[in-house]
């Protein structure tokens, strides 16, 4: 996630966004369930494609890769308006059927395409 796109995120998202960085040496964020989905739904107002996503976890108190992730790749002929409202939807949907991890609830962080692909 650019920090550019973070930036234009509403408040509430911006605080709720957990850094990977320090704990995962990944320079991007991860949101909870609900807070991703909200994410992917701001993102629609600015075509701006989900290209995918990686699955984190709290294991002993540390955020930890699952190792599950979704992708969507732009199909040929889509316009980029089509790619960007279908890969949204992809995202949403894994998001939503991802099942918790036992009493452990997933974090998500989301892999962006640019606004004007």
């Not at 850094?19 to 994410?39: F, I, T």
């Not at 993102?43 to 190792?67: A, C, M, N, P």
């Not at 992809?90 to 640019?114: H, M, R, T």
């Amino acid at each position: 996630m650019t920090s550019q796109v973070l930036e234009v995120l509403p408040q509430p998202l911006q605080i709720s966004a957990l850094p990977l960085y320090q704990q995962c040496g990944v320079n991007n964020v991860a949101w909870s369930r609900n807070d991703a989905m909200a994410v992917i739904r701001y993102l629609r107002t600015l075509e701006i494609s989900v290209l995918g996503g990686d699955v984190y976890q709290f294991d002993k108190g540390l955020l930890t890769l699952t190792f599950d992730n979704w992708s969507c790749e732009k199909h040929p002929h889509e316009s980029h308006e089509e790619y960007a409202d279908r890969s949204q939807d992809v995202g949403l949907k894994y998001i939503e059927s991802y099942a918790n991890l036992g009493n452990v609830n997933p974090w998500f962080a989301l892999v962006l395409g640019s606004e004007s692909a």
